[in-house]
Nanobody, 123 residues
């Protein structure tokens, strides 16, 4: 199994920035890529950004392209999500996920492991 623990959420004013972290442990070598999702109350879980575990290839949802950046520290098994120019509509619970599949996408059903989430509130 793989365990994922998110941190870095909080409250920020519109226009501000946050950096979320996702610490992975366990059988991380079984995963092919990791991604960040978010879910606001009453809305579906939305894929934001993903990163290939074997390299630096990344992919983004159009809704966050140019504002959010995903990166990873392989030595520490941590994946980050840097969020700039935050807007009130970015308010949500943010989740980290890992996939053992070979298909690149941001469909939540393709992810095998999930963290508990970290809340981001933008006012």
């Amino acid at each position: 199994d793989v365990q994922l623990v998110e941190s870095g959420g909080g409250s920020v004013q519109a226009g501000g920035s946050l950096r979320l972290s996702c610490a992975a442990s366990g059988y991380t070598s079984s995963t092919n890529y990791m991604a960040w999702f978010r879910q606001a109350p009453g809305k579906e879980r939305e894929g934001l950004a993903g990163i290939w575990t074997g390299g630096r290839s990344t992919f983004y949802a159009d809704s966050v392209k140019g504002r959010f950046t995903i990166s990873r520290d392989n030595a520490k098994n941590i994946v980050y999500l840097r969020m700039n120019s935050l807007k009130p509509e970015d308010t949500a619970m943010y989740f980290c996920a890992a996939s053992t599949r070979s298909t690149w996408n941001l469909n939540p059903s393709n992810y095998d492991y999930w963290g508990q989430g970290t809340q981001v509130t933008v006012s």
